[in-house]
């Protein structure tokens, strides 16, 4: 009995250990405010579509950090994590242009 005791010791502190240490390896999409959904002025989640809502059409890759405006190469291919406003909106949340 004495070593189950200590071997749920052990388990439990480890587990608390690893919540500790892995919980705050959750990372928010850069322009998101809160694990709640709240999004920084400018800036609605995606839906994990390739669609934005019409008054936030700039796509934002939370990843790659990277925003795509409409008349960007891979805006039809780009799955938003963010959309954004306009870019300006995008570039206030950290996030630079598409190359393309």
């Avoid at 994990?48 to 925003?67: D, H």
Wanted: aromatic share 8%; proline share 8%.
């Amino acid at each position: 009995m004495k070593y189950v005791r200590y071997v749920i010791g052990i388990v439990s502190g480890v587990a608390v250990l690893w919540g500790l240490l892995f919980k705050r390896r959750t990372v928010l999409a850069p322009g998101l405010d809160s694990a709640a959904g709240e999004v920084s002025v400018g800036a609605v989640p995606g839906d994990g579509t390739a669609t934005c809502p019409p008054a936030y059409p700039v796509k934002g890759n939370a990843t790659s950090m990277i925003y795509h405006p409409p008349s960007g190469v891979s805006y039809g291919q780009t799955i938003a994590t963010v959309c954004f406003s306009t870019p300006q909106a995008a570039e206030s949340a950290g996030y630079r242009a598409s190359l393309r």
